[in-house]
Each structure stands twice: as C-alpha cells, then as structure tokens.
C-alpha cells in the first residue's frame, strides 16, 4: 500500500511540473511572438505563465537554464516520434530511419514555437542541435548500412551528410516562414520524391527517409 501510495504522489507531482513546464513554454511563445528575446526576463516569463518566481526557482537555476532545458525536451519529443529503428535481415544491428510525414506532422502540431526557435530567435542553439543530433542518427544509419555497399565511396560522408539536412532542414524553416501553406503530407511527399530524384548519384541515403504513402 505505502508504495501505491508513493506511486501515486510520484506522478501527481510529475503532473505538476509537466503543467508548470507547459505553461512557461506556452509564455515563451507569446512573448516571443511580439519581443525580442533580450526583453525576456523571469518576471514577465513567470507573470505571462500565472506561476510565482518561487516555482520557476523550483525547476530552473534562470532564463538561461529554462531555455536550455525546453529546447532539450523539445528536441527529445520531436525525434521520439521521427526517428525509428528497423529491423533488416541485411544488417546485424537495426538501424534508425526518419519519418518524414512524422516530421512535418510534428512540426506542423508545433508551428509556433518551431518558427521561433528556428527562424525568428537565431541566435538559440535550438537549430544547431536539431541538426547535430540529425546528423548523428545519418551517420549510424551509414555506418550500419556501409558492408552494403550502397554508398559512393567517392564522396565524403560527411558531405554527403550535410547536403541532406540542409535539405530538410531548409524546407522546414520555408515552410514556417510561409505560415504551413502546404500541408504536412503534402511536403513530405515531395520531399521523399526530390529526395529520391537527387539520389541516383549512389549516395545510399535516400532509405533513411522513411515515409508511408496514404490514400
């Protein structure tokens, strides 16, 4: 009984913080929409948010550490739903695929904050971990896959690594940019068909974007 019972205050209180969390990101996005990010301050993060200081000090040493730590449970949630493994008789190890409709369907659910951490607050390093962390789930996909020999040896993984997420990570900032014009299957679809037309030339890379056609 005494363990249910800490069971239960166990996740009422990861409840709280959760809802605390969400509110704050909630303030940031508000006030990002209309100020710059200099003018932020725990005062008005807290005040926009209907929290007191007093819990915002509960969970975050300061403006700093608040952003740092939603930009990290962004980016964990984000490639939760993007990145899976696969199974492959070809392969001893399986291997991460990403899923582009999973892609635009995320970032389409979190337009807003998406179009500020990447377009609007550059000088965040929201969009240099999204593509660290994208580069490192290509190059296991590579190394895994390498005895294969799908990959042209002529060119540089690294290279070949860097065209692709510029790639993606270019029309997700476009399609922010243009207030989601297109929808979510639409720009997979044609990202998977550019994806397949520029990658003829040997590079192997085109199976790490994985995405299921719907009716």
């Known amino acids: 009984m005494a363990d249910r019972n800490l069971s239960k205050k166990h996740i009422s209180r990861d409840s709280r913080v959760n ?29 926009l948010a209907h929290i007191t200081r007093g819990t915002f000090y509960l969970h975050f040493s300061d403006k700093a550490d608040f952003m740092q730590q939603m930009q990290t449970q962004i980016l964990n949630d984000f490639f939760n739903h993007t990145i899976h493994y696969l199974e492959s008789s070809k392969t001893v190890q399986n291997f991460p695929v990403l899923d582009v409709d999973a892609v635009f369907e995320y970032t389409f659910s979190h337009a807003a904050i998406f179009n500020i951490l990447l377009n609007q607050q550059r000088q965040l390093s929201f969009a240099d971990e999204l593509e660290t962390r994208l580069m490192g789930y290509m190059r296991e996909y590579m190394q895994i896959n390498e005895h294969l020999g799908v990959f042209d040896q002529n060119i540089p993984i690294k290279l070949i690594i860097d065209f692709y997420n510029s790639a993606l990570l270019g029309f997700l900032k476009d399609w922010l940019r243009t207030h989601q ?30 995405f299921v056609e719907k009716d």
Request: charged share 20%; hydrophobic share 40%; net charge negative.
């Open 19 to 47: 809802k605390t969390f969400e509110k704050l990101r909630q303030a940031f996005v508000v006030f990002l929409q209309k100020n710059d990010l200099d003018a932020l301050n725990v005062q008005k993060l807290t005040d």
């Open 181 to 210: 014009i297109y929808s979510a299957n639409f720009m997979s679809q044609i990202f998977i068909d550019l994806i397949q037309q520029t990658s003829d030339n040997g590079s192997g890379i085109k199976d790490f974007y994985y």
